[in-house]
């Protein structure tokens, strides 16, 4: 069956695409774009008057805890997630059990991932068992399908190591992953450490615990020709920072998250785990530079830290549950709700950082809406509003701040390979 999903607004800002018009799938591929297309009796309709068409969102920073962590998620329950907020290809972090640092687990994830409605694509960890200690084998996890390398929840302390590993990364072509943290500096804490960390008592991470890796990773960074990717950018210095390096000459590129695009601390409650993520919401000044490098192109792309957790978990008091919440089905609707609807950022910037540009960040499939394209694309209607409801998630984990939000701009229509996957919310794989 061919797909022609007809009278949308095709937004494709890679592709300089904007406009109104019928596009036709045959296959795999965009076959036809223009208006007044005609289907014949093996196409499926899609009337899509209104709506907005725009290539398949792309995640490159998700968790999916498989092996090891299936009662958290599942590559499948991950990828339905995936489907079902309108993203066709995400990519996993190596914080699996055991850690995806050797070609044998990336073979059982591969092996796993055929099974996802989306495009699943694993990082490779650093170091052996992420420890820091010893460099894995780039060579044979490159030959076994790593799109990147990443020690992820983990900085890579020491630096003649890191330096190593940039050394092996740009031989291989495959970015490094940074997440950028002192963990000498971030302590125990649960939460930024600031006047609402000292309002609630509780003890506090404070921003310099990541600028201070920022800055170092960075200058050992500058030291090569690598390229590097700095995870979940969260405060005001570290962007500095990166648009610094980036002037300097540095191959550095970097991504933010929807919570910490449209979250500070003074939305913590300590009865509510919702709000426990690592690195932690900042302050509203930080939220304000991080929306303005969105705008200034000091961010390359907005990446959702999908990190799922079992409900016993996270319910186990603000100092002791996990860091870490849910993404993937609300990301959409979040940016589109508060920095869309309200004039922060244009359409066509936000669907960039969603689309081509982390796709381009790791080298992965991205569609377009072209003839000759990928046919990975998503249709999205700016004008519904739904309220989240967890209770119809298809992820395992319901832990997210905006439970029982309402929110504009969801996903109808997501087609992976040509194949649509998820309709009206529901996922048919």
């Known amino acids: 069956m061919k797909l022609l999903i007809k009278g949308a607004r095709l937004l494709d800002p890679a592709n300089g695409v904007d406009r109104i018009a019928d596009l036709l799938v045959n296959g795999e591929t965009v076959e036809a774009v223009a208006t007044n297309l005609i289907a014949d009796e093996n196409t499926e309709v899609i009337e899509a008057f209104g709506k907005l068409l725009i290539p398949g969102l792309v995640d490159i920073h998700v968790h999916l805890r498989e092996p090891g962590r299936e009662h958290k998620e599942t590559i499948l329950t991950g990828g339905r997630a995936a489907a079902a907020g309108g993203f066709t290809a995400v990519c996993a972090m190596p914080n699996t059990a055991p850690p995806m640092d050797s070609s044998e687990v990336l073979a059982l994830f591969a092996e796993k991932a055929q099974a996802s409605p989306v495009r699943s694509f694993p990082i490779a960890a650093i170091t052996k068992g992420q420890l820091g200690m010893e460099l894995t084998d780039a060579e044979e996890l490159v030959a076994s399908g790593a799109v990147a390398f990443s020690d992820d929840g983990e900085p890579v302390k020491n630096a003649a190591i890191l330096l190593r590993a940039l050394q092996l990364s740009e031989k291989h072509g495959r970015p490094l992953i940074l997440h950028c943290e002192d963990k000498d500096l971030a302590g125990k804490g649960a939460m930024h450490e600031g006047t609402r960390s000292r309002e609630l008592g509780i003890a506090g991470i404070p921003g310099a615990s990541e600028d201070a890796m920022v800055g170092r990773d960075l200058a050992i960074a500058a030291s090569t020709s690598a390229h590097v990717h700095i995870a979940h950018v969260s405060t005001a210095i570290s962007l500095g920072l990166i ?38 919401l900042r302050t509203q000044e930080d939220m304000d530079a991080l929306r303005a490098g969105l705008l200034d192109g000091t961010v390359d792309c907005i990446a959702t830290d999908h990190a799922p957790h ?7 008091g603000y100092s002791k549950a996990p860091f870490g919440i849910v993404g993937l089905e609300t990301a959409l609707p979040v940016l589109m709700t508060d920095l869309v609807e309200t004039g922060l950022i244009p359409l066509p910037r936000l669907i960039q950082l969603m689309t081509a540009s982390p796709a381009a960040i790791l080298g992965i499939p991205c569609g377009g809406l072209f003839p000759g394209a990928l046919a990975d694309l998503t249709l999205v209607d700016t004008s519904l509003k739904k309220v989240v409801d967890v209770e119809r998630f298809y992820s395992k984990s319901t832990c997210t701040p905006y439970a029982a939000r309402e929110l504009s701009g969801w996903p109808v229509l997501t087609v992976v390979s040509g194949k649509a996957v998820m309709k009206e919310g529901v996922v048919h794989a």
């Open 310 to 316: 079992h409900a016993d978990e996270k319910n186990d």
């Open 243 to 280: 648009r610094q390096a980036k002037t300097a000459g540095v191959k550095v590129t970097c991504e933010v998250t929807p919570h910490h695009l449209t979250l500070t601390h003074d939305a913590v409650n300590p009865t509510a785990t919702e709000t426990k993520m690592n690195p932690p």
